[in-house]
């Protein structure tokens, strides 16, 4: 068993609304803390946001007779007042429920009838997707409203149906238990190790964050949100800890690297929180170099694994660590991160308050026995932080998290005997090459060493002629430098760097771009579809 290197932290039984609000914050009423990057004259204060999720609330219960555990779904491209409607429903005890915008009508629905809400706020750009879902469980579309100004075929904007009146809602206070077990937001899974899944995030699990980590960015510093509102980082991050940090967020609407890039030069941005092939893109691209990128002065990433080589080209480029912020939407902020972590090539030690074992799967059917320091094994993971588990769905419960209360996160790790813990791979991501259990993770990491190549992914395809698995790698190589390098050579680059038993018996594709989800992670199973097969002959 394995414990915290740090004390646990005591922390006040408090909402969401009250941490952000009214706690301990020392923030100014009229700080600008969310700006549209777009038009930074367009701004909400404190004081500004806080009355509007009052406001907010008071129209849900007003306008459609919203109670505790009612649900709001929100499915929108970044939007400014994305804040008041994703923290509004919680004051007064209902749900809000967060849906990719970017995933088609058939995926919406599939999440909307999960969650099945009350009420919709979508945008001009996804209305026709949310109807489709709306109309298909019978909400009719007077329980659709908009973000923005503007009312598009009957359709009104939120402001308009739900904040036009001066009246603010009480905020509810919860018990103690009421904060650890009711559902205050739903996170979806990325769905890419199997059907996605509703995880519950309470307003104690938001709440413990807060204070088992130092400030996300100190005060005084501008921080660039353009990674979804659908994603749980956002909510904890941008959504939430600025908030209460007193932090000014810059929120992108969409996203190109040269948009962050005019954004991170424009308003001297400090931080960023990216997805690796993002750190990849801004460490190799040569025309960051036209911007002057030079007030970034910590960034993060999340989503996936960081391989260490785009570590040090980021460093090299930019003169700072980029440090990876391990988690999953079901167990969120799970370690403490460091430069001195990131340099051994560590996620970290574990936060406060957290305990874990790495169980080795050759014993599960028999017993979940606990490996050794240094061994590879599944990471379990307990602490106040993970989710109560998935809404509406016990079975899948049950098999997240075990009768002593660790979540089996999926993910393969080690551990060194100074507590710091290394991620090796997803589990059912792992190549079983004859008796040997490949990482694709060990095999990517010397493929983006080559400086030509500025993402790639490698799967595992069941080679008949040799009867096992063998590697396959997908390699993204930059746009600049495409006319310079051959598949053939890219495949000799790795094997040579590699042991025999790695090598790429698949071979290498070369493809213009990875298919991802919503919040950025690859969709392995994508690749192996567009192969047409699973087989492939090893050479």
Not at 8 to 22: G, K, M, T
Not at 88 to 112: F, R, W, Y
Not at 117 to 133: G, R, S, Y
Not at 337 to 356: D, H, I, K, N, Q
């Amino acid at each position: 068993m394995y414990y915290s290197l740090e004390p646990n932290r005591e922390y006040p039984h408090q909402s969401v609304f009250e941490a952000l609000f009214e706690g301990e914050t020392t923030v100014p009423g009229d700080k600008k803390l969310l700006i549209d990057s777009d038009n930074p004259e367009n701004y909400l204060t404190r004081d500004a946001l806080k009355r509007d999720i009052l406001l907010f609330a008071q129209g849900l219960k007003d306008k459609f007779d919203f109670r505790s555990g009612d649900i709001l779904a929100i499915c929108a491209p970044n939007h400014l007042d994305c804040p008041i409607a994703l923290h509004g429903p919680t004051v007064i005890g209902a749900i809000t429920a967060c849906i990719q915008s970017e995933e088609g009508s058939k995926n919406i629905l599939k999440d909307m009838s999960i969650a099945k809400p009350k009420l919709v706020i979508a945008h001009k750009e996804t209305l026709q997707d949310i109807k489709f879902a709306a109309n298909s469980l019978g909400l009719e579309d007077t329980r659709i409203l908009l973000f923005g100004n503007e009312a598009i075929n009957g359709i009104k904007p939120f402001r308009d149906v739900l904040m036009n009146h001066s009246t603010l809602a009480t905020p509810i206070r919860f018990t103690p238990s009421e904060l650890k077990t009711l559902p205050a937001y739903l996170y979806y899974t990325s769905g890419t190790t199997g059907p996605k899944k509703a995880v519950v995030i309470t307003n104690a699990i938001v709440n413990a964050i807060f204070y088992t980590r130092a400030p996300w960015i100190t005060p005084g510093v501008r921080f660039l949100s353009y990674g979804s509102n659908a994603h749980c980082s956002s909510l904890i991050i941008s959504l939430s800890g600025c908030i209460r940090d007193g932090t000014e967020v810059y929120i992108m609407k969409s996203f190109t690297l040269k948009r962050m890039c005019e954004a991170v030069q424009r308003y001297k941005i400090h931080s960023l929180v990216i997805h690796p092939w993002v750190a990849s893109a801004l460490a190799k691209e040569l025309f960051v170099e036209n911007y002057d990128l030079s007030s970034l002065h910590a960034s993060f990433s999340v989503g996936s694994a960081l391989d260490p080589m785009t570590v040090v080209q980021f460093k090299k480029r930019f003169g700072i660590t980029l440090c990876t912020l391990y988690g999953m939407t079901e167990c969120i902020s799970s370690f403490v991160g460091s430069s001195v972590a990131m340099e051994r090539g560590s996620l970290g030690t574990l936060s406060p308050g957290f305990e874990a074992k790495i169980i080795d799967e050759d014993n599960k059917e028999f017993a979940l026995l606990e490996v050794t320091e240094g061994s590879v094994g599944e990471l379990c993971i307990k602490s106040h932080s993970i989710t109560p588990g998935y809404y509406n769905n016990h079975e899948a419960t049950a098999a997240l998290i075990d009768k002593d209360g660790f979540l089996h996160s999926g993910d393969i790790f080690r551990v060194d005997p100074q507590g710091y813990f290394y991620y090796v791979g997803r589990q059912k991501d792992m190549i079983k090459y004859y008796s040997y259990q490949i990482s694709p993770s060990d095999i990517e990491d010397i493929l983006i060493s080559h400086p030509y190549i500025s993402e790639c992914c490698v799967v595992g395809f069941y080679s008949s002629k040799i009867s096992t698995e063998v590697p396959k790698a997908f390699v993204v190589v930059a746009p600049s430098q495409r006319d310079f390098i051959t598949a053939n050579e890219l495949r000799a680059y790795a094997d040579d760097r590699l042991p025999d038993q790695m090598h790429l018996r698949g071979g290498v594709i070369l493809i213009d771009s990875l298919p991802r989800s919503a919040v950025g992670k690859v969709l392995r199973n994508s690749l192996r579809h567009q192969m047409g097969q699973r087989t492939v002959n090893a050479n």
